[in-house]
Nanobody
Framework: VQLQASGGGLVQAGGSLRLSCAAS????????MGWFRQAPGKEREFVAGISWDGDSTGYADSVKGRFTISRDNAKNTIYLEMNSLKPEDTAVYSC??????????????????WGQGTQVTVSS
């Protein structure tokens, strides 16, 4: 499985970015997907997750109401729409695939495949 994340960059506080993650090498539509982030000196943390069919989504409290996860199974791609960005959102954002069931995975240990990450920097 290959997961390719893109869309990161430098943005001012209050701005928006849209991340994409394209999957290949495995049946995408059967698997839940997630976004995680890791800031310097901190552990990787869950940001958002989506079920195999897109009917269920879940968010970390820190991003709820500002970020939206979605997926397009026809394109083998998930997205993370990030609005009202804050400096504390600065991190490397990675997408991941959970193969053990199609429901949302809230913990990084549940995910089997990871993308390389894309840097998001929010300036104050």
């Amino acid at each position: 499985v290959q997961l390719q994340a893109s869309g990161g960059g430098l943005v001012q506080a209050g701005g928006s970015l849209r991340l994409s993650c394209a999957a290949s090498g495995r049946t995408f539509r059967n698997n839940a997907m997630g976004w995680f982030r890791q800031a310097p000196g901190k552990e990787r943390e869950f940001v958002a997750g989506i079920s195999w069919d897109g009917d269920s989504t879940g968010y970390a409290d820190s991003v709820k109401g500002r970020f939206t996860i979605s997926r397009d199974n026809a394109k083998n791609t998930i997205y993370l729409e990030m609005n009202s960005l804050k400096p504390e959102d600065t991190a490397v954002y990675s997408c991941a695939m959970k193969t053990g069931g199609g429901d949302i995975g809230w913990y990084r240990q549940l995910y089997d495949y990871w993308g390389q990450g894309t840097q998001v920097t929010v300036s104050s």
